[in-house]
């Protein structure tokens, strides 16, 4: 069995150009363009937020899908659940708009889409190979891979770097 893939973010290479949250919205428009998009209703939500968190410093924040999410306990509803392939989802139709989701998220990645009153998150865009976050970062700061697969990755850099007298 493959391990699950998540969203990590090198937050070393974050410019804050907000091409992740343009892409994300515009993979969750009807018309799948940038040009529709622009002017549909309900306006498309960008799922994932670039915060400032210091003078030079941003951070992409994304839903963490968390073993034990909080949302999905919380929800009165029964709106969110958890896919099989690890993904925490909301029913957009059996979400009554109550906000008790957004309340209780430790990362407050749960919008409210005010126009439709409904709560949304991160899908990892499941009709699709990669996220359109992940694909439309210029500097690569998201990736999409296993845990495993990242923690190897960082190990090697990591490697290098003190090979190169450059690290620790």
Request: aromatic share 6%; hydrophobic share 35%; charged share 20%.
């Given at each position: 069995?493959?391990?699950?893939?998540?969203?990590?973010?090198?937050?070393?290479?974050?410019?804050?150009?907000?091409?992740?949250?343009?892409?994300?919205?515009?993979?969750?428009?009807?018309?799948?363009?940038?040009?529709?998009?622009?002017?549909?209703?309900?306006?498309?939500?960008?799922?994932?937020?670039?915060?400032?968190?210091?003078?030079?410093?941003?951070?992409?924040?994304?839903?963490?899908?968390?073993?034990?999410?909080?949302?999905?306990?919380?929800?009165?509803?029964?709106?969110?659940?958890?896919?099989?392939?690890?993904?925490?989802?909301?029913?957009?139709?059996?979400?009554?708009?109550?906000?008790?989701?957004?309340?209780?998220?430790p990362y407050g990645v749960i919008g409210r889409h005010l126009e439709e009153h409904k709560a949304y998150r991160?899908?990892?865009?499941?009709?699709?190979?990669?996220?359109?976050?992940?694909?439309?970062?210029?500097?690569?700061?998201?990736?999409?891979?296993?845990?495993?697969?990242?923690?190897?990755?960082?190990?090697?850099?990591?490697?290098?770097?003190?090979?190169?007298?450059?690290?620790?």
């Amino acid at each position: 069995m493959t391990e699950a893939k998540e969203i990590f973010v090198r937050l070393d290479r974050c410019m804050a150009c907000h091409s992740c949250e343009m892409a994300c919205a515009v993979a969750h428009s009807a018309g799948q363009s940038l040009y529709t998009a622009i002017s549909e209703k309900p306006t498309p939500k960008p799922r994932l937020y670039v915060e400032w968190v210091a003078p030079d410093r941003a951070v992409p924040i994304v839903c963490r899908h968390c073993e034990d999410a909080p949302c999905m306990h919380a929800c009165i509803a029964g709106a969110i659940s958890r896919s099989p392939a690890g993904v925490v989802e909301t029913d957009a139709d059996k979400c009554i708009g109550c906000w008790t989701c957004v309340m209780v998220c430790p990362y407050g990645v749960i919008g409210r889409h005010l126009e439709e009153h409904k709560a949304y998150r991160c899908d990892r865009c499941p009709d699709r190979e990669t996220p359109a976050c992940v694909n439309a970062c210029p500097t690569r700061a998201l990736i999409y891979q296993s845990a495993t697969g990242y923690s190897r990755s960082q190990r090697q850099t990591a490697s290098r770097a003190m090979l190169a007298g450059n690290g620790g």
